[in-house]
Nanobody, 116 residues
Framework: QLQASGGGLVQAGGSLRLSCAAS????????MGWFRQAPGKQRDLVAH???????NYGDFVKGRFTISRDNAKNTVYPQMNSLKPEDTAVYYC????????????WGQGTEVTVSS
């Protein structure tokens, strides 16, 4: 089970930190990530991080976001800086056991709104 939190309303140029905590059968989870979906658009990868700390980011991030992970708490934190109105979307936490496989687990979305 994945519990996401941290969304909200922020002005352009501001920052938000999301969090996603995994519970239950978590020992097999390797990758934890975040996706986002704006109305009428496809779901895009924001960032993911492996248990070893290797990261990958969506092209639109361009150095603005940083994802980190606390393995002891089974929690992942995307720090989002320099937010733009186009970052407005519902953000979803996800996790998977195998790096090259599809995501196995999804959390509820948390809404991020960036005002201009």
């Amino acid at each position: 089970q994945l519990q996401a939190s941290g969304g909200g309303l922020v002005q352009a140029g501001g920052s938000l930190r999301l969090s996603c905590a995994a519970s239950g059968n978590i020992f097999s989870i390797n990758v934890m990530g975040w996706f986002r979906q704006a109305p009428g658009k496809q779901r895009d990868l924001v960032a993911h991080i492996t248990k070893a700390g290797n990261t990958n980011y969506g092209d639109f991030v361009k150095g603005r976001f940083t994802i980190s992970r606390d393995n002891a708490k089974n929690t992942v934190y995307p720090q989002m800086n320099s937010l733009k109105p186009e970052d407005t979307a519902v953000y979803y936490c996800a996790a998977k056991e195998v790096i090259w496989a599809a995501y196995d687990y999804w959390g509820q979305g948390t809404e991020v709104t960036v005002s201009s």
